[in-house]
Nanobody, 116 residues
Framework: QVQLVESGGGLAQPAGSLRLSCAAT????????MGWFRQAPGKEREFVGS????????YYADSVKGRFTISRENAKRTVYLEMNSLKPEDTAIYYC?????????WGKGIQVTVSS
């Protein structure tokens, strides 16, 4: 059974940092691209970034490029989202996900609030 569990969210001040983790079970983690998405209040869920199975290739939304970094540790079955220079508009619920040919799985999400 595929499970994705996010952790590390919370409250951060503008210009501050947070690191999210997503622990994965139920599939061969090292074989798959992993993604991060977010959903702000009243808005649709949007792509944040993704990382290849080896960690050698990453993609980011323009809104987070240069501020957020995705990495992974295949031995720990965990993908990370390092968020720096946070802005109030980064406030959202953050989700990790994995896409298989026939299905997509999401974690339950974790709240990130950026406020002074």
């Amino acid at each position: 059974q595929v499970q994705l569990v996010e952790s590390g969210g919370g409250l951060a001040q503008p210009a501050g940092s947070l690191r999210l983790s997503c622990a994965a079970t139920g599939f061969t983690f090292s074989n798959h691209v992993m993604g991060w998405f977010r959903q702000a209040p009243g808005k649709e869920r949007e792509f944040v970034g993704s990382i290849s199975w080896s960690g050698g290739t990453t993609y980011y939304a323009d809104s987070v490029k240069g501020r957020f970094t995705i990495s992974r540790e295949n031995a720990k079955r965990t993908v990370y989202l390092e968020m720096n220079s946070l802005k109030p508009e980064d406030t959202a619920i953050y989700y990790c996900n994995i896409v298989f040919p026939s299905s997509t799985y999401w974690g339950k999400g974790i709240q990130v609030t950026v406020s002074s």
